[in-house]
């Protein structure tokens, strides 16, 4: 006899995760870097000028200038991790990453029937849940581009990036300039009190009177991902099933939305370690 699943729904405690997007010069570092002890993964170099760097500083906040996609991946990792002070991880911004990774690519698997497109896609996946999982505030710029609609009709702006991108985030924002002020159109909203297309002044205070200060600024608690010496043993147990591995790896990645294997909660990996070794145990009997 078949049994309901389903649970009543409990209020938790969600991370701050933005997408914000707009033409040069419109402050998107500005504002990016006003959020509470901010680290920030500088991609293009854009922070080196005086005015970030002291911003980052009197924040209590710190710089990582990184370009290459898998050590992006390892600091973000690192932050999931290990204990910090920092709240808000800001990446700056992302469109940078995507392309290089898609030049590396392109080198690497060739770009026959789209294959690089198909690789970034399911590499820039792993890392956009791993940001979702990453117990930081974490606030994503990007480049803007044109949005065209039937006959390319001019829509308006949005950001330049995988076209998927904005699924991990409950607020996307064009960063606009009006006169002398920053504002904030919000064109995607899950935040309740920050309604789709209702701009408003672009402050910290604004975001935290809307979304609430004690979450914004609360401590970052560390998640111990597996390791290496047991990601060993995970993956010779799934590479013993045979012709079922494919299944069993892919019902592990997407029921618990990672990335790989290797991105993993530590407890995560030996549930499934010990639920292998009863198998191959009982098919031994």
């Known amino acids: 006899m078949s049994k309901l699943r389903g649970t009543i729904p409990e209020v938790f405690e969600k991370r701050f995760k933005v997408l914000m997007f707009g033409v040069a010069g419109a402050g998107k570092t500005s504002a990016a870097i006003q959020f509470p002890r901010p680290y920030v993964i500088d991609t293009e170099s854009g922070c080196e000028n005086d005015q970030y760097v002291k911003a980052v500083e009197a924040g209590g906040g710190a710089i990582a200038s990184l370009f290459e996609f898998d050590d992006i991946l390892n600091e973000v ?7 910090h002070d920092y709240a808000t991880l800001v990446v700056d911004p992302i469109t940078t990453i995507y392309d290089t990774l898609m030049d ?35 606030v994503v710029t990007a480049h803007h581009k044109n949005q065209y609609g039937d006959g390319m009709t001019l829509l308006g702006k949005t950001f330049d990036g995988p076209k998927s991108l904005d699924y991990l985030f409950d607020l996307v924002v064009e960063v606009l300039i009006r006169g002398d002020e920053r504002w904030a159109n919000p064109v995607k909203s899950r935040v309740e009190r920050i309604k789709q297309g209702e701009a408003f002044p672009f402050s910290y205070d604004n975001i935290a009177d809307r979304y609430g200060r004690e979450v914004l600024e609360r401590q970052a608690k560390p998640k111990e991902l597996v390791n290496a010496e047991r990601l060993e043993v995970w993956e010779n147990l799934l590479g013993k099933m045979g012709g079922r591995e494919a299944e069993f790896r892919r019902m592990i990645l997407s029921k618990n939305k990672i990335g790989t294997l290797a991105d993993a909660p530590a407890e995560l990996a030996e549930r499934s370690i010990t639920k292998l070794q009863a198998i191959h145990e009982s098919e031994k009997a």
Not at 105 to 110: A, D, F, K, P, T
């Open 77 to 83: 990792r690192a932050l999931m991790e290990e204990e």
């Open 104 to 138: 590396k690519l392109e080198i690497e698997v060739g770009t026959d029937y789209g294959a690089h497109y198909k690789e970034a896609k399911k590499r820039f996946k792993g890392f956009c849940d791993l940001l979702a999982r990453l117990d930081m505030n974490v």
